[in-house]
């Protein structure tokens, strides 16, 4: 048992330096690139999500707007439609998986951290989480996340919050 232990804890302390040694990495990548220090300004993204974006969408130009990106990673509703009567569902899940998963946790944070501020977004969040519970406001809130960080790439500004 000790043996195992102690095989089980060399294995964590090598993994747990390969983080560190990535981590390191990307803080220096995103050092070097405008697009992912762009991308951080947004609450919610960090240095993981803003390579995993860039390395996805570069500059996202392939996109003809903010939807389109959003559509692209699975987090518009469903809709569904027979005769006149049509009504929205769950997320489509479509695209990038690890995108998706790392915005609606970045947007997750979010929810969190929004308690007493007044800036626009963080009022629509609250709004949010009160009509529609955190679940489904974390991925609205992604939802936004994409889009925000779309405009932000294509008018090549940072992001800044605004006062409500």
């Known amino acids: 048992m000790k043996r195992q232990l102690a095989e089980a804890k060399e294995e964590y302390d090598?993994?747990?330096?390969?983080?560190?040694?990535i981590?390191?990495?990307?803080?220096?990548?995103?050092?070097?690139?405008t697009l992912c220090q762009r991308l951080?300004?947004?609450?919610?993204?960090?240095?993981?999500?803003?390579?995993?974006?860039?390395?996805?969408?570069?500059?996202?130009s392939q996109f003809a707007n903010p939807r389109e990106l959003s559509v692209w990673l699975?987090?518009?509703?469903?809709?569904?439609?027979?005769?006149e009567k049509s009504f929205n569902g769950g997320i489509t899940k479509?695209?990038?998986?690890?995108?998706?998963k790392q915005l609606i946790h970045g947007a997750r944070t979010?929810?969190?951290?929004?308690?007493?501020?007044t800036d626009k977004l963080s009022v629509w969040i609250q709004q949010i989480v009160e009509r529609r519970g955190k679940n489904k406001a974390a991925v609205d809130v992604a939802n936004?996340?994409?889009?925000?960080?779309?405009?932000?790439?294509?008018?090549n500004e940072d992001y800044r919050a605004t006062s409500a």
């Open 94 to 100: 479509r695209g990038n998986k690890y995108l998706r």
């Open 40 to 60: 951080m300004t947004l609450p919610g993204v960090g240095i993981l999500n803003a390579t995993a974006l860039f390395a996805a969408i570069g500059n996202a």
């Open 144 to 155: 936004r996340l994409a889009r925000l960080a779309w405009i932000l790439l294509h008018r």
């Open 74 to 83: 699975g987090l518009t509703p469903k809709q569904y439609a027979s005769g």
């Open 23 to 33: 981590e390191k990495e990307l803080k220096l990548y995103v050092q070097d690139n």
């Open 110 to 117: 979010l929810l969190h951290r929004t308690k007493g501020k």
């Open 14 to 21: 090598s993994l747990s330096r390969r983080c560190v040694s």
